[in-house]
């Protein structure tokens, strides 16, 4: 059976190598189009002032990259990344793995769950195809943004976090926003800064 300070140590390497990978990552990041590099200098830009970022593109045009980047460039480069599709969970599921849950919270929560803002506490939390999510989420997500707070599913104990959130999208949220289907006071915390990455047809020479 491993120690307390032996499972610690276990799960800083974990991180450790998660970090080195991610690294690696950022250092197969090449574009060589007038439009990719601008983006590119736009991250160097954002980075570092800690504030909410919103990445808009095409699917394939380097999303998820363009966060991991804007994390390792900012003061937070040392804490944890965490990075959640909202499209890839059911509905119902996502607040949970979202904000946790208390045990007993509902049938089969047996113990407490902790959810990706507890465990990006510190760092920054990438949340891909934002739009997914339902009214009810995005009302909470709003909250955490601006207050640095939330409950678990199934709690009332209010939890602080320091998380910055990278939202990402394929669609067009201003529109989304008109018709109802998504916050507009969400949309204007997440505008501080809009990164949007061409589509690669017309980055023809960024496609390996």
Same mark, same amino acid.
Not at 26 to 45: R, T, W
């Given at each position: 059976?491993?120690?307390?300070? @032996?499972?610690?140590?276990?799960?800083?390497?974990?991180?450790?190598?998660?970090?080195?990978?991610?690294?690696?990552?950022?250092?197969?990041?090449?574009?060589?189009?007038?439009?990719?590099?601008?983006? $590119?200098?736009? &991250?160097?830009? *954002? *980075?570092?002032?800690?504030?909410? &970022?919103?990445?808009?593109?095409?699917?394939?045009?380097?999303?998820?990259?363009?966060?991991?980047?804007?994390?390792?460039? !900012?003061?937070?480069? @040392? =804490?944890?990344?965490?990075?959640?599709?909202?499209?890839?969970?059911? @509905?119902?599921?996502?607040?949970?793995?979202?904000?946790?849950? @208390?045990?007993? *919270?509902?049938?089969? *929560? =047996?113990?407490?769950?902790?959810?990706?803002?507890?465990?990006?506490?510190?760092?920054?939390?990438?949340?891909?195809? $934002?739009?997914?999510? !339902?009214?009810? /989420?995005?009302?909470?997500? $709003?909250? /955490?943004?601006?207050?640095?707070?939330?409950?678990? &599913?199934?709690?009332?104990?209010?939890?602080? /976090?320091? /998380?910055?959130?990278?939202?990402?999208t394929n669609e067009d949220l201003p529109q989304l926003a008109k018709k109802g289907n998504f916050r507009a006071d969400l949309l204007d915390r997440l505008?501080?800064? &809009?990164?949007?990455?061409?589509?690669?047809?017309?980055?023809?020479?960024?496609?390996?």
């Open positions: 059976m491993l120690k307390i300070s @032996e499972t610690d140590q276990l799960e800083s390497d974990i991180l450790k190598n998660s970090s080195q990978q991610l690294r690696q990552q950022q250092d197969n990041l090449i574009g060589e189009s007038p439009s990719f590099v601008s983006c $590119l200098e736009h &991250v160097s830009y *954002a *980075a570092p002032l800690n504030r909410p &970022v919103l990445i808009v593109g095409e699917r394939g045009t380097g999303k998820e990259l363009i966060a991991s980047r804007m994390h390792f460039l !900012s003061t937070r480069w @040392e =804490q944890p990344y965490v990075k959640m599709n909202c499209a890839a969970i059911n @509905e119902n599921l996502l607040e949970n793995e979202l904000f946790g849950h @208390e045990s007993g *919270a509902f049938t089969g *929560a =047996q113990k407490r769950h902790e959810g990706r803002f507890e465990q990006a506490d510190g760092g920054t939390l990438f949340l891909d195809e $934002l739009a997914n999510s !339902s009214l009810s /989420v995005q009302e909470k997500l $709003l909250r /955490v943004i601006e207050y640095g707070e939330f409950e678990r &599913v199934g709690g009332s104990k209010t939890i602080k /976090v320091d /998380v910055r959130v990278i939202a990402a505008a501080f800064d &809009v990164i949007t990455l061409p589509p690669l047809r017309y980055r023809k020479e960024d496609i390996l």
